[in-house]
């Protein structure tokens, strides 16, 4: 099978470097408010799940799924991870992910680390949260709720961090492809992968929601305290003796 | 299983670049990249100069040339933008072989193609070089905040347990006679990703609880306390220097 994958990913040189400088800076500005804001969310007992999200995301970064014959796109997880562990945490896995990608796995280049981290973990994370919050009332009613709320977030998710793409190229883009080609390449083809990542995005949470809904950032606070009942007072027949 | 010691792109070897500490690896690595980042496209033979400052790493590093080179098709996915700009630039227009051309679309292709794919050699060689463990020595001895390197440990702890998960999973697909090329046919895959995050996530628990029962504290123990000597410094940063040279005579030429 002939995969020819279009991956978000940006690789060095594809923007020149006053704007990868620029992007760099507006990343680590914003990972370091989002590292500020991650420990108040994160404890001892949650860092272990942020850890196992951000494995989760690596992992099925890896999976590439179809799209059209020829043409194969892979999550993102920004929505997924603002909808599991907020966008605090989140943003901060998802610049994790990216960052051993660069380091080890020669996924996405060093230098356009800000750019991409700006894309999808900023723009991604932050963009899936905030369709997330606008449909709160909705997931927090039932199970469908939630899951179409995770596919409606991701969607988004995807198709506005690919016009994170478009803005870099603009400001800073070395090709020559006009400005025009290159929107309608990548949200076209952003589209298609948004469907891809809604599903993937909106199974996972149905499937977390269903065995462990204590798990679910979005779900915070609404778990109904434990009510303590006491059992009507019948005396057993015969029973202590 | 083996808990996150190699990962597919280490090469093992024992070699001076091997040795050096991973700190001066990554720092050299990215200043590396910036310069080539940084060197005007027109510079042609400047890049071959590149070229040949990482060839003379890799020797260094024992790693062989057809090793990496087969590596570094990992980067095809990236350049598929780069190949549409010589058809749809702007003019001015060359012909070739029957084709039109654009002129500024074939340097930004180049740019693109050149650029990226030193970018990813460098990174191929860092990897080789450096597996899982020392990175994130590395970078806690770069002060990255510990929430980071916390995270990024348990991921690549939790990254075999999903993949073995995974693996069982599509075998078991696999086996019921799953081939899914449309995407319609993506709903038993997603339904496979949901399943295999709430068990990944029970394991993951379990496996959290043995680290804390053996006194895990959040930082991984460190084994070793090699001090970094300037010794380390300046022979990681000897080839930044040449490529820093390199990229000043880009701006000089070009």
Same mark, same amino acid.
């Given at each position: 099978?002939?995969?020819?994958?279009?991956?978000?990913?940006?690789?060095?040189?594809?923007?020149?470097?006053?704007?990868?400088?620029?992007?760099?800076?507006?990343?680590?500005?914003?990972?370091?408010?989002?590292?500020?804001?991650?420990?108040?969310?994160?404890?001892?007992?949650?860092?272990?799940?942020?850890?196992?999200?951000?494995?989760?995301?690596?992992?099925?970064?890896?999976?590439?799924?179809?799209?059209?014959?020829?043409?194969?796109?892979?999550?993102?997880?920004?929505?997924?991870?603002?909808?599991?562990?907020?966008?605090?945490?989140?943003?901060?896995?998802?610049?994790?992910?990216?960052?051993?990608?660069?380091?080890?796995?020669?996924?996405?280049?060093?230098?356009?680390?800000?750019?991409?981290?700006?894309?999808?973990?900023?723009?991604?994370?932050?963009?899936?949260?905030?369709?997330?919050?606008?449909?709160?009332?909705?997931?927090?009613?039932?199970?469908?709720?939630?899951?179409?709320?995770?596919?409606?977030?991701?969607?988004?998710?995807?198709?506005?961090?690919?016009?994170?793409?478009?803005?870099?190229?603009?400001?800073?883009?070395?090709?020559?492809?006009?400005?025009?080609?290159?929107?309608?390449?990548?949200?076209?083809?952003?589209?298609?992968?948004?469907?891809?990542?809604?599903?993937?995005?909106?199974?996972?949470?149905?499937?977390?929601?269903?065995?462990?809904?204590?798990?679910?950032?979005?779900?915070?606070?609404?778990?109904?305290?434990?009510?303590?009942?006491?059992?009507?007072?019948?005396?057993?027949?015969?029973?202590?003796? | 299983?083996?808990?996150?010691?190699?990962? #597919?792109?280490?090469?093992?070897?024992?070699?001076?670049?091997?040795?050096?500490? #991973?700190?001066?690896?990554?720092?050299?690595?990215?200043?590396?990249?910036?310069?080539?980042?940084?060197?005007?496209?027109?510079?042609?033979?400047?890049?071959?100069?590149?070229?040949?400052?990482?060839?003379?790493?890799?020797?260094?590093?024992?790693? #062989?040339?057809?090793?990496?080179?087969?590596?570094?098709?990992?980067?095809?996915?990236?350049?598929?933008?780069?190949?549409?700009?010589?058809?749809?630039?702007?003019?001015?227009?060359?012909?070739?072989?029957?084709?039109?051309?654009?002129?500024?679309?074939?340097?930004?292709?180049?740019?693109?193609?050149?650029?990226?794919?030193?970018?990813?050699?460098?990174?191929?060689?860092?990897?080789?070089?450096?597996?899982?463990?020392?990175?994130?020595?590395?970078?806690?001895?770069?002060?990255?905040?510990?929430?980071?390197?916390?995270?990024?440990?348990?991921?690549?702890?939790?990254?075999?347990?999903?993949?073995?998960?995974?693996?069982?999973?599509?075998?078991?697909?696999?086996?019921?006679?799953?081939?899914?090329?449309?995407?319609?046919?993506?709903?038993?895959?997603?339904?496979?990703?949901?399943?295999?995050?709430?068990?990944?996530?029970?394991?993951?628990?379990?496996?959290?609880?043995?680290?804390?029962?053996?006194?895990?504290?959040?930082?991984?123990?460190?084994?070793?306390?090699?001090?970094?000597?300037?010794?380390?410094?300046?022979?990681?940063?000897?080839?930044?220097?040449?490529?820093?040279?390199?990229?000043?005579?880009?701006?000089?030429?070009?």
């Amino acid at each position: 099978m002939v995969t020819m994958v279009t991956a978000m990913h940006m690789s060095d040189g594809l923007v020149n470097a006053p704007t990868s400088l620029v992007f760099g800076a507006v990343a680590l500005v914003v990972l370091v408010l989002c590292l500020v804001r991650a420990r108040a969310d994160l404890d001892e007992r949650t860092a272990p799940m942020a850890g196992l999200v951000t494995a989760f995301v690596f992992a099925v970064q890896m999976i590439n799924f179809p799209i059209l014959p020829g043409a194969s796109g892979h999550l993102l997880g920004g929505a997924l991870v603002a909808i599991l562990v907020g966008p605090w945490v989140g943003t901060v896995c998802i610049a994790i992910v990216l960052l051993v990608q660069a380091l080890l796995f020669a996924d996405g280049g060093l230098t356009a680390l800000g750019t991409n981290i700006t894309n999808m973990a900023i723009i991604g994370v932050f963009t899936g949260y905030g369709v997330a919050l606008l449909l709160r009332r909705v997931a927090r009613r039932s199970r469908g709720g939630l899951v179409a709320t995770a596919f409606v977030a991701a969607f988004v998710n995807t198709v506005v961090a690919s016009l994170g793409f478009v803005l870099e190229y603009a400001v800073g883009g070395s090709g020559g492809a006009s400005l025009g080609t290159v929107f309608a390449l990548m949200v076209g083809l952003h589209a298609l992968i948004g469907i891809g990542e809604g599903v993937i995005t909106a199974a996972t949470v149905g499937a977390v929601v269903a065995v462990r809904p204590d798990l679910v950032y979005l779900l915070r606070g609404t778990a109904t305290p434990l009510v303590r009942r006491s059992a009507p007072s019948t005396p057993t027949a015969g029973g202590a003796a | 299983m083996g808990a996150g010691h190699a990962h #597919p792109l280490h090469l093992h070897r024992d070699s001076p670049v091997h040795r050096l500490p #991973p700190q001066v690896k990554i720092v050299a690595a990215f200043l590396g990249v910036v310069c080539v980042v940084a060197t005007p496209r027109e510079a042609f033979a400047v890049f071959a100069g590149y070229l040949v400052l990482l060839v003379g790493v890799w020797v260094a590093a024992r790693i #062989p040339v057809g090793w990496i080179l087969r590596r570094s098709v990992i980067e095809l996915p990236f350049v598929v933008l780069a190949v549409l700009l010589p058809i749809t630039g702007p003019d001015p227009r060359i012909d070739w072989l029957g084709m039109s051309l654009s002129e500024p679309g074939l340097l930004g292709a180049w740019n693109i193609l050149v650029k990226g794919t030193l970018g990813v050699l460098t990174s191929l060689t860092l990897a080789a070089t450096t597996p899982m463990r020392d990175l994130l020595v590395g970078l806690q001895r770069l002060h990255a905040p510990a929430l980071v390197t916390t995270i990024a440990t348990l991921m690549l702890r939790y990254i075999d347990v999903i993949a073995g998960e995974a693996r069982r999973m599509r075998l078991a697909r696999v086996a019921r006679g799953h081939d899914p090329r449309f995407l319609w046919q993506a709903g038993a895959t997603a339904r496979g990703i949901g399943a295999l995050f709430v068990r990944s996530y029970e394991r993951g628990e379990r496996v959290h609880l043995a680290m804390l029962s053996r006194g895990w504290s959040g930082a991984m123990p460190v084994l070793a306390e090699n001090r970094t000597t300037r010794r380390d410094w300046a022979a990681g940063l000897a080839p930044v220097a040449v490529a820093a040279a390199l990229a000043v005579t880009g701006w000089v030429i070009a």
